[in-house]
Every structure is written in C-alpha cells, then in structure tokens.
C-alpha cells in the first residue's frame, strides 16, 4: 500500500510541484518534519485577507459569509525572492471539504483541524459572532494555519486536491466530488454508526482512544475555566476603572493633593483599559489549545478507524471459519450444530451426491476466495498500524513542540503584563509622595527597575 | 505624569517602561534577571520614615494591643490592653497597662464631646459592621478593631488640647474606671447641656464663608470617599472570585499533567506558577481589606464627627445672634452690649479659632495618610505583580531547557 498512491485522479496531469522520486510511498522521513515539506520549500502558502460576502445559496435565498484569500507564492526563484504565482477566495465550507476529503483519504493521518466554526469557549465580553471583525480575523490566522500544517506534512504535501485547492479556483469541488470520497465517506459512515465490538482490539490504540479522550476533556476543561478566569480578571480591572472618575471629581475640591488624585485617576483608567488588549492577547493562546482540543477528535477518528478495519478482518475470519466448518460437514456428512440446513435436510430429503458435490466445489471456491481476502485484509491492516503508528509518532513529536512553545508564550505574555502593570504602579508612586524625597525616590526605582 | 511635580523622576519610567526592557523570546532568549528581587517596600519603609520626624518631640505614647475574649453568664465582650508611657507631670508613673472594652471608648469619646465642644473629636469606629453578618469575635473583625481603635487613641494624643483632657487622662490610668464613670454621672450631666438646648429653630443669618466652604467640602467629600469604598469593595469582590476561578484553573494543568509524558513538567510548571500567582493575589485582598478599607472607613466616620461639630459651631453662633437681635430689639437706644452677649460672642469666636486649627489639622493628617494609602496601595500591587513576574519568569528556563535538550 503506497500512501501516496491512494489518490488517484484518471484525467489529471500531475503538476510539477510533484516529486516523483520522493513520492514513492516511502513514511521512512516521518521522524523529523521539517525535512519533509517538500511543498513548503517550493511554495509560501498565506491566507491573507478576510471579506464579507453576499451570494445565493442552491435554494436560491440569500446567504453572507466570509470569503478568505490564499496567495501562494514560489520561492524557488533564482534571485531567491519569492513571486506570487497564485492568488484565490475559498470560503470556509471549502475548507471543510478538503478536511472531509482528507480524512476519507487518509484514513492513517491524524489529519489537522480546522478553526472551530463558531467561538466556543468565549468569555462574555467576546463576540460569538461568526461575522465579528475579531472572531473572522482569528479565524483567518486558523485556516492559515491549517494550511501549512497540511503543506508541511510528509503525506498530506504531496496530495493533488490539496494542491488544485490552493491554485485552481473555479471547478475544485468538482475534481473533489469525482474522487467519489463522498460514497467511500458514506460507507464508513454508516459503518461507523452500526454498534460492532472488536474481538482483539489493539492495545496500543486503545490506549491512543482512552488519552485522546482524556485530553479532549482536560483541554475543554481549561478551556472553560479560562474564559471564566478572563471574565472574572475583566471584571476586576474594568472596576478600577470606576476609581478614575471618582478620583477626578475628589482631585476638584482638594488644593494640595488635586494633582497627585489626579494622576492616580489617571492611572486607573489606563489600568482599567489595558485588559482588553491583555485579553486579546490571551485569545491566541486560547486558540491554540482549542486546536489541539480539535486535535484529539482527529486522533480519536484514526484509532476508530483502526477499529473499523479489525472488526472488518475479525469478520472476514469468522466468515471463512463458518464456510470451512460447512464444507467440512459436506464432506463427512455429519451436523454438528443445529442449523436450518440440517432442518430443511432431514424435512425433504438427501440431496444428491451430485448437487453435494457441486456445492463443497462452490464452497472451496470461497474458501480461497475468503484466504485471498482475508490475507490481504491482514496486509492492509499491518499496513495501516505502521503507517498509523508513524504518523502519530510525528504527532505526538509535534504536540509536545507546539504546546511546550503555547506554554513559553502564555508565560512571556503574563511576564510582560505584569512588567507593564507593574511599571505603571510604580510610576504612581512618585506622584504621590508629590516632590519630597525625590532623589532617594530615583535610587529606589533604579534598584526596583533592574527587576521590571 | 504631572509637569513640574517631580523633575527629577521624569527620565526613569522609560527605565521600567516595557517597551525599553527586552522580552524574553520563546526560542532561545535568556530569561531576564531573576536576581535579588529589589523589593519595593524598602523604598516605602524609608520614605515612612522620613515622615515620623515629629516622633522625637512626643511625650506621651499610646498603644492599644492584646484583645482578650471575656466570657460572663450576661454577656461576651473583648477587651483591649491600653499601654500608656509618659513624662508629662499630668501622669504620676511613667507607664500604664489599663484594660477597656469599646464601651468604654464610647465613654470617652462622649466625655470629649461633652468637655471639648469646640473640638474635632476623632470617630470611633462603628459599634457594629452593617455590611453583611460579620462575627463579631471572629480575629479578623477583633483585630480590625483594634487597628482603628488604636488610631483613635493616637489621633487624641497627637492633639496639643484633646490630649490633656482629664477624662482622657483617666481613662489611660484609671484602674476602676467604672467606679469613676458613676462618680462622674452625678457631677458632670449638667456642663455641655447648654449647648444642646438652644434654639433648634432659629436660623442662623450669614454662616460665615469659610465655614460655608467646610460644609461643602465635607458633603462632597463625604461622598467621594463612599463611593470609593463601594468601589474598593467590589474590587476586592471581584478579586476573590476571580480567586476561586484561578483556584480550579491551576489544577486542570495537573490533571493534564498525568496524562502526558513530555509534557509534564512544564504542565507541572504552569500549575504551580498559577498557584503561587493566586497565594499573591490573596495577600493582595487581604492587604486591601486590611490597610485600605480602615482608612476609608475613619475618613468616612470622621467627616460626620466634623459635620456635627460645625452644626454646633452653627448653634453658638446662632445663639450669639439670637441674643444679639434680641438685645437690639429691646434697648435700640443703649450702645452697651450687655456681659452675657459678650460672653456669648467670645465663646462663637473661640469656637471658630479651635475649629479652624483642628480643620488645618485634619486636613494635614489627611493629606499624610492618603499619600500613604495610595503609596502602599501602588507598593502592594508592585509586590503582587513582582511575584507574579517571578513565578512566570521561573517557568521558563523549565520550558527551554527541555526543548533544547530534545
């Protein structure tokens, strides 16, 4: 099974950006990312503009939605600048096919989320629009994002959709739609719904099930509680924010402390005003985990795969268990269990030898036939483990990466508000103590300084 | 930043301006300078100290500690151990350990008022908390007491006339104090009453400007200040909720923390940082609680003590023309002022001296303790965020380090 071989479009020239040496199916590049974008290191991929749109839908009645631009530009120029070869509107639903089509297709990749279509997890004050200037402007950098994780992906890259999508604007979802991964999804689908039980199910991925489900839950746990700890931190800043008024109107009726409550007022409304960047700014943050919170639906979708396919070859075993066993009471003549056969049997007589005959050749017909399924069926399945198992490898490398770096940055972002903040109380200080003591004022500060 | 306030400290807060101070950058910065935490309330100690000059010339130091709980068949009250050291010639021993409960502060504070009605009697602090069903033996509320029943011993004794008053004298030394408190019952109902029964009705002509403006400004005052407590106790509402968010926030980090291998440290790291961040901001609450809200309350109180001080300023001065008018009424003809509406203009004129000094007075104290209360309000939010910083700042060699090693 060569992955890069699944897709296959009759009737498509494949585009230069393909490799054809590199694109032999091989996974053994999968421990180091970097080194396996072949298409980042041909092409620079950007989302980058946002415009509100008024179209007709099938039913003809009027819909608005956001249409995004993706520019694509090649770097492999001789003088080394990069020249926009491309430059096309997707709006979010096609986004969302390419993600279905990429997941049919590759069933063994935890294949990257797209930004949650509505906000979740929000704190009040944020919009939950989905046409909010804030929430479309987040959203661009997501699919942006969304977009280079596919390109750097060292199985994903070489995909020919993927690639129509980002330089072929009219007809795209038609080439999708010919793929026929909807029917393949279909199939799945209903698969899928129907309660089956695996006999042997594999530990490892059952364990992969278990901590994608328990990470889902601890992030849309922090998730939560985080929009409620921005409400609350909302709260206490936008209430300084009272002091800056009261503060003004006492600094009118005092002579020698005016200046000083004037300027503490001052403060206070800056103070008060800085949390909405604060918060802004922890919104990024947000958004990271709520990918890797999407993150955990997609690794939970390859471990039921990877269930699916057991309980398709624990079945195609039993079947050819059931077919043997029946050949092998033809041949002997004897019933072992208790079947309609054995009832209709006796009811209406021997058969004759001939039509037994003819039936065990029917028979072992099958049997080969299911051996032959069934071999494949295992080959596939190993396939997929390897080729499953790589691949969460390279997940798992890449979550510790990108959360350790969301981690670094949440702790620089609370570093420089406290500097900021903090900075701003110690510039109240002189103003109160009016102009006494100034110089032991400015050698405290230096001293206190070093330190903000 | 004001003008021509404070030259000298324009240049330095681009020094600690964020912009100025390099930030410490995800892949390979170095963590800025964790060293000594130059902690800012140093700063403030020696600047409080600076203030304390006046301390040399005391001769009479007051302090109320040590509340102890008593427990009888009718009732359960605190009392407070009262210290007294003295070189003044109106106390026999250099010193005096005297125990009272608020009851007798109450006393006091009338005997004052009765005694000294030209003068600014310090408040007491409320008999009961209104906000809320507070117990009233709980530590906290005792010792928030003491606090301010320490002030007001303070603010007497800083007082060049309330501090030689007799009752005074007495309530520090006494050691039945009850047994002079029925003594005096007897001897001293009558002096003080005069004031009280002068003509409600009679409205004064012209109160005089300044005394005009001392109204006003009390009324306006009165208001700023409450609506500043109001808003400091909705802060510190916020604040402890957004306390009990911060609670479960950090440990979601160690749940997640379980789950990962890698990842565990630095989760471990986010978890406790948060914890130490929300210890900070407790002290923070606690600090406000304690520091903040007192000062507001006295200032609050201690505009309805001045207010009724001027509505009796307003009463003699009332009295005084009353008879004034009446006398011109009667006799147009006589030149001379009879000797009781002399007296009468004396005590207006001495009322207003007395009340204009301790109104200087008051305003000093108040301009002195608000700078404070601002200052340590800026100090202690310094220290919070210097806290903060320092736990953010810890976890991210713990960040790197890993990454690098990888």
């Known amino acids: 099974q060569r992955a890069g071989s699944e897709v296959e479009h009759p009737g498509l020239e494949p585009a230069p950006i393909w490799d054809g040496g590199t694109a032999g199916g091989s996974l053994t590049g999968y421990t180091t990312m970097t080194e396996n974008n072949f298409l980042l290191k041909k092409i620079e991929i950007s989302v980058s503009e946002a415009e509100k749109r008024t179209g007709r839908t099938a039913m003809n009645m009027q819909e608005t939605y956001t249409a995004y631009l993706i520019e694509t530009r090649s770097v492999e120029h001789a003088d080394g600048q990069s020249v926009l070869t491309d430059a096309l509107w997707r709006r979010y639903s096609e986004f969302e096919l390419l993600r279905n089509y990429l997941l049919v297709y590759y069933p063994h990749v935890v294949v990257p989320p797209l930004p949650e279509k509505r906000a979740e997890f929000v704190w009040h004050k944020l919009s939950a629009d989905n046409m909010d200037p804030d929430f479309v402007e987040r959203r661009r950098i997501g699919l942006e994002n ?32 010919e793929t026929g991964f909807q029917l393949k999804a279909d199939s799945r689908l209903k698969a899928l719904n129907a309660t089956f039980r695996v006999k042997n199910p594999d530990k490892r991925f059952t364990e992969l099930k278990h901590y994608s489900d328990e990470l889902q839950s601890v992030i849309s746990h922090l998730l939560r509680v985080r929009a409620r700890v921005a409400d609350r931190l909302y709260g206490v800043y936008k209430v300084h924010g009272n002091y800056g008024r009261v503060f003004s109107e006492w600094s009118a009726i005092e002579k020698e402390m005016g200046d000083g409550l004037q300027s503490a007022g001052h403060h206070m409304d800056v103070y008060a005003a800085s949390i909405d960047d604060i918060l802004e700014d922890e919104e990024h943050y947000a958004d990271q985990l709520k990918e890797y919170l999407f993150y955990a ?133 002189p103003v109160c103590l009016d102009s006494c003591s100034c110089f032991s004022l400015l050698l405290g500060c230096i001293g206190i300084c070093s330190h903000f | 930043m004001q003008d021509a306030q404070a030259p000298a400290c324009l240049p330095v807060p681009g020094l600690w301006s964020s912009e100025s101070r390099d930030l410490i950058l995800p892949n390979g910065g170095t963590p800025a300078g964790t060293s000594s935490p130059a902690s800012s309330s140093s700063l403030l100690n020696r600047l409080q100290l600076d203030d304390d000059i006046d301390g040399e010339t005391r001769d009479l130091f007051v302090t109320v500690d040590d509340p102890k709980k008593h427990v009888c068949t009718m009732e359960t009250y605190i009392t407070y151990r009262i210290t007294t050291k003295s070189t003044r010639v109106e106390f026999d021993l250099p010193e005096y350990s005297v125990r009272r409960r608020y009851q007798d502060f109450d006393w006091l504070r009338n005997k004052l008022e009765e005694s000294q009605p030209t003068h600014l009697i310090p408040p007491l602090p409320e008999k009961f908390v209104v906000k809320g069903v507070v117990d009233r033996f709980s530590e906290e509320f005792v010792e928030t007491r003491r606090k301010a029943l320490d002030k007001f011993l303070k603010r007497i004794t800083d007082h060049p006339v309330l501090s030689f008053n007799e009752h005074f004298n007495v309530f520090l030394t006494a050691k039945d104090l009850n047994a002079y408190k029925k003594q005096g019952m007897a001897l001293l109902t009558r002096v003080g009453e005069s004031v009280k029964h002068v003509t409600g009705g009679y409205k004064l002509r012209s109160r005089p400007l300044e005394f005009a403006a001392i109204g006003d400004y009390l009324d306006t005052f009165a208001l700023k200040l409450g609506t500043i407590d109001r808003i400091a106790q909705r802060i510190i509402k916020e604040e402890i909720e957004y306390l009990v968010e911060l609670r479960e926030y950090g440990p979601v980090y160690s749940t997640w923390s379980a789950l990962e291998g890698e990842l565990a440290e630095p989760l471990e790291g986010v978890s406790a940082c948060i914890g130490n961040c929300s210890a900070a901001l407790e ?98 939010n310094i220290q919070y965020y210097e806290k903060c910083l320092m736990a953010w700042e810890s976890i991210i060699p713990l960040l790197q380090e890993k990454q690098e090693a990888k």
Request: aromatic share 8%.
């Open chain 1, 297 to 429: 639906e997609a690794l939970r979708a390859v471990c039921r795969k990877h269930e699916l396919m057991q309980y398709d070859l624990e079945m195609a075993a039993q079947d050819l268990a059931s077919k043997k066993q029946q050949c092998e009471e033809l041949a002997t003549g004897t019933v072992r269990t208790f079947s309609l056969k054995g009832m209709t049997t006796k009811l209406f007589g021997q058969e004759t030898p001939e039509q037994r005959e003819a039936r065990i050749k029917v028979l072992e017909e099958q049997i080969k036939e299911g051996e032959q399924q069934l071999k494949s069926k295992n080959l596939e399945g190993r396939e997929f483990v390897k080729n499953a198992w790589a691949d969460i490898e390279r997940f798992k490398e890449q979550k510790n990466r990108d959360l350790k770096e969301a981690l670094i940055s949440y702790a620089v972002m609370q570093i420089s508000m406290c500097k900021k903040v903090g900075g701003w109380y110690l510039t109240l200080l």
């Open chain 2, 283 to 380: 002290e923070l609450t606690d600090d406000m609680t304690e520091d903040f809200l007192p000062v507001l309350r006295e200032y609050i109180l201690y505009s309805d003590s001045m207010k009724s001080v001027l509505k009796k300023r307003d009463q003699v001065q009332a009295e005084y023309e009353a008879k004034l008018e009446a006398v011109a009424l009667r006799k147009e003809d006589r030149p001379k002022v009879p000797a009781d509406v002399e007296k009468c203009q004396d005590r207006m004129e001495c009322f207003n001296a007395d009340l204009k000094a301790d109104m200087e007075r008051w305003q000093n104290n108040k301009r002195q303790d608000f700078r404070q209360l601002l200052m340590g309000m800026a100090d202690k």
């Open chain 1, 146 to 177: 969304f977009l280079l994780r596919v390109a750097s992906h060292p199985v994903l890259c070489r995909d020919k959709i993927f690639y129509l999508f980002l330089t072929q604007e009219g007809n795209w979802k038609e080439t999708v739609n």
